[in-house]
């Protein structure tokens, strides 16, 4: 399976001129909910991922995704690895299990992402589920922007990574972008305006 590929097909890698969240700009950016827009999309690579985890002999009993994000990612990677599937989500801008979900003391935990940028949200949710007596025993995400390094890539984790070292996070492929300060962008130089997809276009 061609991963690139399959985010260009679904609209998910957009080429152009984009400002990134750090506030950098590039000219390439993922929009990856388009990725799961189809449902059988979403299983393939929901499935794809859950090869690459079985392979790992890594005991789970469950998955849990970062919403709102994480959700759709989660829950076909725990339909892929016969897991259950839960989700944290925030607030008043903390992160907490709610809806009835539970963890028990030392059930072992799988944090999945759509994307993983620096791990951040991923970070918050592991924080949930330790806080309850559960166990994190792996990170997973579709997409991984190239910050933290996902098992077998040889790309090497940058300074920005929050994922602990001590616990294998596994990625389908790595997304890596040129990225530019504002004020030494090319695409700037070139008279182009850089627009901000975000969440909300
Ligand atoms: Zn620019």
Redesign the pocket.
């Known amino acids: 399976m061609n991963i690139e590929q399959t985010y260009k097909d679904a609209g998910a890698l957009l080429e152009g ?3 990134l969240s750090s506030g950098n ?2 000219n390439r950016y993922l929009q990856s909910a388009k990725v799961l827009e189809d449902p059988k999309r979403a299983e393939l690579l929901a499935k794809e991922l859950a090869i690459m985890i079985k392979a790992e002999d890594i005991q789970i009993d469950t998955v849990c995704a970062p919403a709102l994000g994480g959700v759709l990612a989660g829950y076909e990677l725990a339909r892929a690895l016969g897991k259950r599937s839960i989700f944290v989500e925030r607030k008043e801008g903390a992160m907490e299990l709610r809806r009835g979900f539970e963890v028990t003391k030392g059930e072992k935990i799988l944090i999945c992402e759509d994307i993983i940028t620096t791990g951040g949200s991923a970070m918050e949710a592991s924080a949930v589920i330790e806080e309850l007596g559960a166990e994190v025993v792996a990170f997973a995400a579709l997409a991984n922007r190239g910050f933290c390094q996902r098992k077998g890539s040889m790309v090497a984790p940058k300074a920005e990574c929050k994922l602990p070292n001590a616990v294998p996070f596994f990625a389908l492929e790595d997304f890596e972008f040129a990225m ?1 300060a ?1 004020e030494e ?5 070139s008279g ?3 627009i901000k997809p975000g969440s909300r276009n």
């Open positions: 001129h984009f400002i700009h590039s530019y504002p962008c090319p695409l700037c130089k182009s305006i850089a």
